[in-house]
């Protein structure tokens, strides 16, 4: 059998590894400089606690997973010859796997409300899957990295998450444009057209501007909106983006606009970005999934095309569905898979060393093995990493093996050096060689 992978999947190697660590190492260390605490919940959620989330296209995309055993013992002939998935599908999947992170994070704080104290701030960095198409920037399984508060509707909270965005990139030397909007505003701009009954549809059309165009986007609302009323709907979008949040004007898009004027308000004078980051009111800003009500941020890389690199926004009652209702929570996700092929675009990771071994021992034989295996025991115990060469082959291949795993050190221990209890050491990358006692190896190591 030739061996494939699923599209949309991929290996790591041990250097990609090392490079994908570095992105997660960065976001972690901020995400806890700021207060967040870490949590994980299952690969697998119940189907029912995912579906009615994320609007039509993305209950679409949701990874489902057959019952096991028998999945259709219990399927009448006449529900098969239907062909009706939305009925049948339940009946034969009763879970599926995650599609964010977001709604089992709201799963979780109901499940966990009494262990747990408010406002809750969580961090989360697991993989997710979408049976979406595979393309540049996009794959059906990938890590997010998920930062959020919850049980506080101070925008406040959006001002921190605005922070932690930008110290995350400006650590990754990604310079970024930090796009932020209000769903109440854009609500309001709806109710001024009378087409509340289709926010979904002009959302998620919305959300597609960048991707396919505005005409595209206009045909596509089309279907359900005459003409006329989208030209309205454009030219107010078109009227506040250029005169920007002041010019907001629909009297039910006003909460909108004050909380945006106050998350602005934090980032003048001394609180500005980092200089190569710019933050951004974007009133075409969309965020087509159904659970945010408020503030929505949105974070696009400056030097390379790629989309949304992190996204989110605030969520009023997410909790609701779960029985835990009027707890609001904020939050962004960072799409690790989607930096890394920034950082890649960019050729940013010449600093990002493969993690590997310090110090090799030469395998001399068994006459030897002892006393190396006490050398490494030592210096494993004062946290310095070392290996012994599994085999007793020919020099030049030993020290290959070393060379092409970037290990530093290579320490040998035959017989003479057995004899003076002390033994040779080479510097990899100095090509120079000296002899050291067994003793002064940890010191010698743990001075560097």
Same mark, same amino acid.
């Given at each position: 059998m030739?061996p494939?992978?699923?599209?949309?999947?991929?290996?790591?190697?041990? %250097?990609v590894?090392?490079?994908?660590k570095?992105?997660?190492?960065v976001?972690?260390n901020?995400?806890?400089?700021?207060?967040?605490?870490?949590?994980?919940?299952p690969?697998?959620?119940?189907?029912k606690t995912?579906?009615? =989330?994320?609007?039509?296209?993305?209950d679409?995309?949701?990874?489902?997973?057959?019952?096991?055993?028998?999945?259709?013992?219990?399927?009448?002939?006449?529900e098969l010859s239907?062909?009706?998935?939305k009925?049948l599908?339940?009946?034969?999947s %009763?879970?599926?796997l995650?599609?964010?992170l977001t709604?089992?994070?709201a799963r979780f704080?109901?499940?966990n409300?009494?262990e747990?104290?408010?406002?809750f701030k969580?961090?989360?960095?697991?993989?997710?899957w979408?049976?979406?198409?595979? /393309?540049?920037g996009?794959?059906?399984?990938?890590y997010?990295?998920?930062?959020?508060?919850?049980?506080?509707?101070?925008?406040?909270?959006?001002?921190d998450?605005i922070?932690?965005i930008?110290?995350?990139f400006?650590?990754l030397k990604?310079?970024v444009?930090?796009?932020v909007?209000?769903?109440k505003?854009l609500?309001g701009i709806l109710?001024?057209?009378?087409?509340?009954?289709?926010?979904?549809?002009?959302?998620?059309a919305?959300d597609?501007?960048d =991707?396919?165009?505005?005409?595209?986007?206009?045909e596509?609302?089309?279907?359900?909106?005459?003409?006329?009323t989208?030209?309205?709907?454009?030219?107010?979008?078109?009227?506040?983006e250029?005169?920007?949040i002041d010019s907001i004007?629909?009297e039910?898009?006003?909460?909108?606009?004050?909380?945006?004027? &106050?998350?602005?308000g /934090?980032? &003048?004078?001394?609180?500005?970005?980092?200089?190569?980051n710019d933050l951004?009111?974007?009133?075409k800003?969309?965020r087509?999934l159904?659970?945010y009500?408020?503030?929505?941020?949105?974070?696009k890389?400056?030097?390379v095309e790629?989309g949304?690199?992190c996204g989110?926004g605030?969520?009023d009652?997410?909790?609701?569905v779960?029985?835990?209702k009027?707890?609001?929570?904020?939050?962004v996700s960072?799409?690790?898979d989607?930096i890394?092929?920034?950082?890649s675009s960019?050729?940013?990771? =010449?600093?990002?060393?493969?993690?590997s071994s310090?110090?090799?021992f030469v395998?001399?034989?068994?006459?030897?093995l002892?006393?190396?295996?006490?050398?490494?025991s030592?210096l494993?115990k004062?946290?310095?990493?070392?290996e012994?060469?599994?085999?007793e082959a020919k020099? =030049?291949?030993?020290?290959s093996?070393?060379?092409?795993?970037n290990i530093p050190?290579v320490?040998s221990?035959?017989?003479?050096?057995?004899?003076?209890?002390?033994?040779k050491?080479?510097?990899m990358n100095?090509?120079?060689?000296e002899?050291i006692?067994?003793?002064?190896?940890v010191?010698r190591f743990?001075n560097?």
């Amino acid at each position: 059998m030739k061996p494939s992978l699923p599209k949309g999947t991929r290996d790591f190697t041990p %250097e990609v590894f090392a490079k994908r660590k570095y992105i997660f190492n960065v976001i972690e260390n901020v995400f806890k400089n700021h207060g967040y605490k870490a949590i994980e919940t299952p690969a697998v959620e119940n189907l029912k606690t995912l579906t009615g =989330k994320y609007g039509e296209e993305g209950d679409r995309l949701i990874f489902k997973i057959l019952n096991s055993g028998d999945y259709l013992n219990k399927i009448e002939g006449s529900e098969l010859s239907s062909i009706d998935s939305k009925k049948l599908t339940p009946k034969i999947s %009763e879970k599926a796997l995650r599609y964010d992170l977001t709604i089992p994070f709201a799963r979780f704080v109901v499940m966990n409300r009494n262990e747990i104290t408010f406002p809750f701030k969580r961090y989360q960095i697991q993989p997710v899957w979408r049976a979406d198409r595979p /393309q540049k920037g996009r794959y059906r399984e990938f890590y997010q990295c998920d930062v959020d508060v919850i049980g506080s509707n101070s925008v406040l909270n959006e001002v921190d998450l605005i922070q932690i965005i930008d110290e995350v990139f400006a650590e990754l030397k990604i310079p970024v444009s930090i796009h932020v909007n209000h769903r109440k505003v854009l609500d309001g701009i709806l109710a001024e057209l009378n087409l509340k009954d289709n926010t979904n549809a002009v959302l998620i059309a919305l959300d597609k501007l960048d =991707k396919i165009g505005l005409e595209k986007v206009k045909e596509e609302l089309s279907d359900r909106i005459d003409s006329n009323t989208i030209g309205l709907l454009f030219d107010k979008i078109g009227a506040i983006e250029n005169g920007g949040i002041d010019s907001i004007s629909a009297e039910k898009g006003n909460q909108g606009k004050e909380e945006l004027n &106050k998350i602005f308000g /934090q980032f &003048k004078g001394d609180n500005k970005l980092s200089k190569n980051n710019d933050l951004l009111f974007d009133i075409k800003l969309a965020r087509g999934l159904d659970y945010y009500t408020g503030t929505i941020i949105e974070v696009k890389a400056k030097d390379v095309e790629m989309g949304s690199i992190c996204g989110g926004g605030r969520y009023d009652d997410l909790t609701g569905v779960f029985g835990l209702k009027d707890v609001s929570g904020v939050g962004v996700s960072f799409g690790a898979d989607r930096i890394y092929d920034v950082l890649s675009s960019m050729d940013s990771f =010449k600093d990002v060393k493969l993690y590997s071994s310090k110090v090799m021992f030469v395998n001399f034989g068994e006459a030897t093995l002892a006393q190396i295996n006490k050398c490494m025991s030592e210096l494993r115990k004062n946290d310095v990493s070392c290996e012994l060469y599994p085999d007793e082959a020919k020099m =030049k291949k030993q020290f290959s093996y070393a060379n092409t795993n970037n290990i530093p050190y290579v320490i040998s221990v035959g017989d003479e050096e057995l004899k003076s209890s002390k033994a040779k050491l080479k510097d990899m990358n100095e090509g120079t060689e000296e002899t050291i006692a067994f003793d002064d190896l940890v010191k010698r190591f743990s001075n560097g």
